[in-house]
């Protein structure tokens, strides 16, 4: 079946395989104190043009967002999230699992607002009887593809910083916003607006991996205790280093995501030229084109794909995910059949 | 330098880098749901001999402590470990974490014996003001190099039974201990005598990764929500599944582990050849000779290892550990050092 | 000033403080095993008619709602409430402090319905990506002075029992509840209907103090640990037992929240006779009349009361609350100010 | 039976409950917010000299070191404790499900030295795979009855300040141990030397409280978050401000712990004549006298009290306790038969 299920269906990226290889018996020290890692994050901060920032690498996203979470709120705090962010949606729980609350906020597109937090901060004023809002997620690209503009979220970061709240982007497709069409942000942006951010890796590219950058960092002075104690410190951090160093070496990084983000893009504009609508308004490798439900069957028969939500009697949004790996091939197969089969 | 610091210090064994190339472009279901690690599933079934039995892999040791943990207690639960525990000694507080007292029994050979665990008993005796004791973790081999056999694994079990206490063994080093001389114990054994149990990868050849047995299907039939839930969830769950494939096909895992034992043994006897004692009596990976400081000294500037505990104003032990992929020619180096450097 | 914000403003019933005064030199066991205790649970299971059940006794609500939820439930498993209820509006995040989501349902009475749990549960299906919905959360009164009839708890207790939930009443008004007009419960039905409830003290006659009937026994039998554990076990428990024991002789506890609810219905009528319409459709303790601005800051130099909700730019709504020591001079007094000012 | 089993056994002093009906009907906000507590945390700050204190209220022991503990640790620290520590020895892991370990020190006379402390950050050095202890925990008087004298604590807290650790004294039995005889501390001393100490008044003379005390106000600016998260935030806060403004007027406390030790001394002093000897060397209000087995369970007949330790084939000790409340005529009933059984 061809895959446009999910980004995570493959494995590397070759380059990331090779240097394994090529490393493989190098000894090294452990826990993420090998060489390869220390390359990695010294290449990251350049990117990112912060030789202040503290760098840590980790296996996936759900641990890094309960690390960075637990580890920056007091026990009485709380974070405030889009209610289609990943936090909330589909980690189960596990931010509460830390003794923490996601207060949600109902966001058509996925992205918060100032004026959506501030409503948040009138209704959590009831000082002690609530939890105190103290952090900001927020995704980009969102759960539903959408993506910040740099006005958007310097906005964001400048209310943050007048409400002293933290501001935390989750980046598990970083590349895929940064690398979209509309898109008006960099790298080194995004780790000047946010307190702290991620880079993923799994979803583009690596075998698994995601680089957590706090950009101040008096903000987690020990955070590699809580690392080892929360399980995600990995004996053989080189696995970790390594990939981030090739992800970033001439930028394969963003080729990769540009890549999906085009396969994404293609299918959006057959979809578009042939009548149907979206749920949400995608610019990279996540889209929602509203199809007839008859149609949707026809096409499950041949590709693999999640229906997302149901629409209307005759019509469901589904949800078409691209990557690095996706062969354009596969793409325009794609594309003949929305056209051809009704 | 030359390494006996640790048995992580290089990447994987070569097949599982070649399988990983191999195997790399073919789509699969994310979160586990991966051919490959319902291959290896199966596999393990069969050398455990136990077809119930529920499989799952993840990253690492703590990881998997803290989940078994903190998924099989109640609220007012503790678990019992010899105070040499990895659990308690080197996991950073990580079972505390999730809620739970680690309760710590001192015992000179790394082992826990029914005797042991009858004091424990009855010095929480005082319902409700003491948690209650109700799991007994034990690491074989031990964190200091020794194994249970199987006459002492099978009296635990069996007062185990009796106790209502669930028996959960750490298998960080299982290979090692199931290829050491003295040992009698077997896989099948030990599925046999205990409750829940781990197979250790990434200390026996694998990037990362350890099998997760839970011999009795009903003690934890959610335990994927908390794997979810913990952040231990790969969205790649092939690498892993990959990964103890090639360890378990044609017992690959044994001699790799074998190998270790052997480097190990070689040095050991190199060790009391000289007339130096020992501060553990292992017979695995882990050595502890008691050297003169000024031999330690010398040795430093060419090996690494850890200066494990200082025994009087002239001597301290040394903890030498090897891998799959020591080389004996540094093995060698290392004895003929020995005899040579005073 | 006078109070209509609170019913905790004053101390206890003078039943109850004679009783203390005339027991206070008995000497009594510690921790709840004192003979005061023994004899309020024997009466309470009298009045619930279930001899199987188990009951503890602790300070207050948000103790007890915090204590049931994380002992009742699995790490990966979460509690379903409206979002007015207690737990999710006014206890700081105790539950989610615990390790678990409170998904809340929008509800216009307070009260959850068979159907609005139906659409959480689908809402909740990709297992493991979410938190399973395990334990539903109501309360009666509810926190916006509604109540359940016996049928609406009857169809949410059979939709629990065919859901495999579990049914936990927050009766921290139940007094109220159960003497309201429009009532057709009994505390008898409530033991039936549930799987666990509260009847609570602190707001009807106690100066502290809640009763946790767990109507099976099996569900919690190792609760006394979790007590203790989480610091709600009185040393002197007798202080518990007492108040019970007085409340519930010859029905005190029935005859105190009549009189609160007889005190906020009777303003309730004088508001409406006035013209005067309400937020909510209460019949308790509790009533939320929607109020001309300018009436509410001349209402607000004679009387304490909350500020509920803003309505449009010249009414908003206010909660007037009552108790078993409200003065009906000043319930009368009220009125005549709600007649005579504007 | 005769009570020398616990300092709890009764209600309260006469003062207080006169005191709870004369305020009876006083209206006063819930939560904390009523006079009596705000009188009463004057009261307490004259009496320790510091006018910058913050001061709270609760109702038991394991509450205080819970609430206390969870909110002045990050995720990754821990608390060092003396193995007879109360956190450690009888409070159900109450620390631990808060997610700290408790780190124990041996210690033959209950109390903590600096010399203690270095082992431990010693043995708690290899970050990140271990906890760091950031917390002293000592109980004044102890869980055996001993005291701290003045040049103890005070390098204590010089040893805690150089190390930046925090030093945190339990004063359940704070009364006990100012007033012994061989004690030279006083309140204000306790809140000069201490970053954090609480005020025990459930076992001298209160119906249940503690008084909990920040001396550096910074600590933990938003405490009362955290008191309503964990259920320690009484509605009717009133109960336990009344209790202790009388405890402290003209010094009631003290008077009360001074008969309590009065009492103890007289059996001291009677068992020390008769020739026996002592388990601790006690001072206060708890004594541990080594008896033979015999004459204990002739005494067990008509005393209620703890046997605490076998000391050999014929003898053990027992623990006695007295209190506020203990009437002198069955302390000398006590000593009488000490004297004539065998």
Known sequence: MNNFKNDYSVGAHPNILNKLIETNLVPQLGYGEDEYSA?????????????????????????????????????????????????????????????????????????????????????????PHVVKPKMIYVSNSTEIGTIYNKEEL??????????????????????????????????????????????GGTKNGALLGEAIVFNKPHLAPEFDYALKQKGALLAKGRLLGIQFLELFKD?????????????????????E????????????????????????????????????????????AIRLITSWATDETKVDEFINDLNELE
């Open 273 to 316: 030229e042939k009548g149907y609508s979206f749920l949400t308004q995608s610019t990279t490798n996540q889209i929602f084109p509203i199809l007839p439900k008859t149609l949707i069957s026809k096409l499950n028969e041949k590709y693999l794909f999640y229906e997302w939500a149901a629409i209307d009697e005759t019509k469901s």
């Open 39 to 127: 390359q990695a994050k010294d290449l990251l901060k350049q990117k990112i043009n912060n030789f202040d920032a503290t760098i840590y690498f980790v296996s996936g996203g759900t641990q890094t967002n309960l690390l960075v979470i637990s580890t920056l709120l007091q026990v009485h705090e709380a974070v405030i999230s889009a209610k289609t962010g990943h936090i909330f949606a589909h980690e189960t729980g596990a931010i509460e699992a830390t003794g923490h609350r996601v207060i949600t906020v109902d966001s058509h597109d996925g992205k918060l607002k100032p004026s959506d937090i501030e409503k948040v901060l009138q209704a959590y004023s009831l000082r």
């Open 154 to 199: 310097e906005q964001l970061s400048e209310f943050c910083k007048t409400q002293s709240l933290l501001l935390f982007l989750d980046g598990a497709r970083l590349g895929h916003a940064l690398t979209a069409e509309n898109n008006d942000l960099t790298l080194k942006d995004i780790a000047k607006l946010t307190d702290i951010f991620y880079i």
């Open 251 to 271: 930028d394969l990084y963003f080729d990769l995501a540009k890549h999906a983000n085009k396969m994404a893009m293609k299918i959006s504009a057959a979809v």
